[in-house]
DNA sequence: CACAGCACCGCAACCGATTGCAGAATCGAT
DNA sequence: ATCGATTCTGCAATCGGTTGCGGTGCTGTG
């Protein structure tokens, strides 16, 4: 239905060929019949079809994009910053979500990989395995899950996890309860990590409560349990269970922060409009969103891969301090 | 690089024509060569390239999705509709997101109309012709948006609004607020219409407060003027402008419900967990997505228009009563 | 045993674009 | 006027599939 490059040749006069070179490789054509084709194609509203481009060239100007559940605030930011990133290089996106299953992951993944150039993975929850075989095929770049030899841009989760204990222990807490979130998750795994060091540097008390949907659900579900360590503070997996646990411990009579403290991290939108607002590590979503594109586009250009391999940007975040934490209420035992 | 057509053809002993007959046209190969064919093409990990099929057929498989903008969680439901969907009938989705601008949506329509099918979009801020335009020359549905002769799936807007009077004048309300969004919304239009007729039913005072940013920060700019014109009960353009009235009538210490009633609209799930939570109109997203998807596909699928043109589902809206509204207060007069 | 009928498979053209190669046209110089 | 050097443009092959048409070989019947 819409115009193919012979309807704007023969509208110009020219050949197929001419068309093709005068819009893309602009100095090698007359001016004057360039300006013939110009016209003829915008006339006709013409774009060249991509797909056919893409069989001869290679490149089909798509890029895949792969999230594991929209209904988490922060995919939709890393979204939004793929989107724009894409769009500033004319380049458009597919996006699957996984709905947090890594079959239909793995397959969405290959599904995928044949019509595009390249792809990104945020917060994958397969296995480093299958992450390696795909990107050992494909153009890949990771977000949020660093896997050896595969370019990613991650955020600094050991940092993170740093200033939000460090927030805490200035506020004179000791014991600090950890919520943590599904077992298998990357940026989990390292939060803890960056927890227990921080613990270790100021000498403070870390208690792990289980692991957790990471969900407004799970948080619910584990304030019971957080508060029964007879923590003063609790960090939370991400926002939606730090808000969950708001919900909850205010259910239950809990003061927040008078009784205990609640850190989260994201710093998703959610997060200054619940109540008591929430303190939180803020994560730059959308700018990694933005830079896994252009890691991507880099590599994608880049015929030699070496320079690129192992690539990878780490993002800081940055403690925004609000409502829900406060000084550490008088412990049973001081 | 992934293996093709001759590939499989090659290991199988058999021509590029029976592999392609062989997978997509079963019966009308012998049932021992198609065991070959299949056996080499999963050997390989052959999947057909769709954009070269697209050629041919006409039929790429992929469909476009275009939203205003991703941060509003509305969308990000919709969105995971049409995935969902779209997964099932093995059909791939692009993106795009529009960041609320109309000459970005024209062009990224325009852009993506020639690798697509057809294209879903979701609460078009463009102009009835240029919908319209479109629609002429792609397979167009549109979702929460109507336009003349455009198959459409929307919400009962004019329902959901009598819903909401009829609950808040239940709650003895008789001057009630309505918070406009953007002047040129389609939705908002409609349930201002909805929101009048309901007040003439019940003989309830209806005013309209201006018209602000569908955004949490909208809802805490126009609390105040809502607040200032003496009704006792606030219905916002969506849940998000309702949360900023929440956060804005709190800080003023105005109690929800106690001295002003507020209701949203959507209910996204932030609706659930803010505090109060939020009376609101349940619009089922998810399922508009899905809807939308299977209207398409049909579009696609049949080659006379006839009988989709025209085509449009109305989904209905469902009061969610929670902790937002409550028994009128005394107003200055009684 | 011959021949009609049928199931099965391959040849070749085609979709919409790109690109190496070569021919045509223009120009300048001798 | 002839020739060589440039510049510009068209021809044709190509990408990875799909599909109409015709050919091959087998089966079954008279």
């Not at 019949?33 to 069989?55: E, I």
Request: charged letters at 20%; a negative charge.
């Amino acid at each position: 239905m819409p115009a193919t490059i012979r309807d704007v040749a023969r509208l110009a006069g020219v050949s197929p060929s001419t068309v093709s070179r005068a819009l893309s490789l602009p100095d090698v054509v007359n001016a004057a019949t360039r300006a013939r084709v110009q016209a003829a194609a915008d006339q006709l509203g013409y774009a060249p079809n991509r797909a056919a481009r893409g069989l001869i060239t290679g490149r089909t100007g798509n890029i895949g994009l792969v999230v594991p559940d929209l209904a988490n605030p922060f995919f939709p930011s890393v979204v939004k910053g793929v989107q724009a990133r894409a769009r500033m290089h004319d380049v458009a996106v597919f996006l699957a979500d996984t709905d947090e299953d890594v079959a239909s992951e793995v397959s969405l993944v290959n599904a995928l990989a044949k019509q595009v150039d390249g792809l990104i993975l945020c917060s994958p929850r397969a296995s480093d395995e299958e992450l390696a075989e795909i990107a050992a095929e494909s153009n890949v770049v990771l977000v949020n899950r660093l896997v050896e030899g595969v370019p990613a841009v991650t955020f600094d989760n050991e940092g993170g996890m740093r200033q939000a204990i460090a927030h805490l222990v200035a506020l004179g807490h000791r014991k600090i309860a950890w919520v943590g979130g599904p077992m298998t998750s990357w940026s989990g795994a390292h939060r803890i990590i960056g927890l227990y060091a921080a613990a270790r540097d100021h000498d403070v008390e870390l208690v792990e409560v289980g692991h957790f949907a990471p969900t407004y659900e799970g948080g619910m579900a584990a304030a019971d349990q957080a508060i029964a360590t007879g923590a003063t503070a609790v960090v939370a997996y991400n926002d939606l269970v730090a808000i969950g646990l708001l919900a909850r411990l205010h259910a239950r009579g809990i003061s927040v922060p008078d009784d205990v403290s609640v850190v989260g991290i994201d710093d998703i939108a959610m997060a200054a409009m619940s109540r008591p607002a929430l303190t939180t590590v803020r994560l730059p979503k959308q700018k990694s969103g933005e830079i896994a594109v252009e890691l991507l586009l880099a590599m994608i250009d880049d015929p030699d891969p070496e320079t690129i391999i192992g690539t990878r940007g780490t993002l800081q975040g940055e403690l925004m301090v609000r409502d829900s934490t406060g000084v550490a209420s008088d412990p049973a035992q001081p």
